[in-house]
Structures are given as structure tokens and as C-alpha cells.
């Protein structure tokens, strides 16, 4: 399994939100501390203000922050406010028709990993990640 760089990119800012959650952050601030593209940033960020995970407020003192706690936002709600869904239904091999009546040359080894990842996907919260001492974020 390998996230989409639109994914990589909004765990690392929610991590960055997460670490200095002190103060709020503009999008050119977390786009120099970040080295993330602006305008495909600003797009992300838009996003993730639509579907509740950060909060943006104007003015002098105004910026971006985690709008909900770091424990209470899973993989899965990243996946999901970005708009990359899981994908539980899809084949390993990408045919368009795979199940239990018709399955791949994968579809029951598939299974078990299949179904290990919807876990990790659903239970790791950001706080977990930024916590685990050998995390690279």
C-alpha cells in the first residue's frame, strides 16, 4: 500500500499543526517550513477546513490549527477529508469485477492484509504517529 503524495502531504501538515499547536499558522508559513507546494497547499488546506479537521480564522492573529484533537483524528478521516476514500471493495489486480463469486487470482490472499490495513487505517490517530518516538514526519 502507498498513500497518494495529496495524502503525505496533509499528515505531515497536520502533524506541523499538531507539534505547534501554541499558535496558528498561515499556508506560506507551512509552506516554507514544509517545502509543500503553495498553491496545491492552499487547495489541500481549503479541504481540510470543508471537512472539520482545521480551522481558519482571519485577521492579524489569524491562521490554521487542528480544529479537533490530534487522538480524536484517524488515518481513515484524513483519507476521507482529502477525498481518497478506502477502497474496500476494490481488486488487488484492478479488475472491475472481483468477489467472492468471481474472484481474482489474489482475491483470498488479498483477505487478511486487506483487512489488517482497514484496521490500522481506522484505529491510528495522528496523536499515535507524532507520539511514536521513531516516527518520521
Not at 4 to 27: G, M
Not at 45 to 60: C, D, F, H, N, Q
Not at 106 to 118: M, T
Request: glycine fraction near 6%; charge should be neutral.
Amino acid at each position: 500500500m502507498h498513500f497518494s503524495k495529496t495524502t503525505e502531504y496533509a499528515i505531515r501538515v497536520l502533524s506541523y499543526l499538531y507539534r505547534y499547536s501554541e499558535t496558528s499558522h498561515s499556508v506560506n508559513v507551512l509552506h516554507k517550513e514544509l517545502g509543500l507546494p503553495y498553491k496545491y497547499l492552499t487547495k489541500m488546506m481549503t479541504e481540510l477546513v470543508k471537512k472539520g479537521l482545521v480551522t481558519a480564522s482571519r485577521g492579524r492573529e489569524g491562521g490554521l490549527t487542528l480544529a479537533k484533537s490530534a487522538d480524536s483524528i484517524r488515518l481513515c478521516d484524513i483519507l476521507e477529508a482529502i477525498g481518497e476514500p478506502l477502497e474496500s471493495e476494490h481488486c488487488i489486480l484492478g479488475f472491475e469485477k472481483c468477489d467472492a463469486a468471481n474472484p481474482c487470482a489474489l482475491h483470498d490472499q488479498w483477505a487478511q492484509p486487506k483487512e489488517l490495513i482497514e484496521t490500522m487505517l481506522m484505529t491510528t490517530t495522528l496523536a499515535s504517529l507524532i507520539n511514536n518516538k521513531e516516527t518520521k514526519l
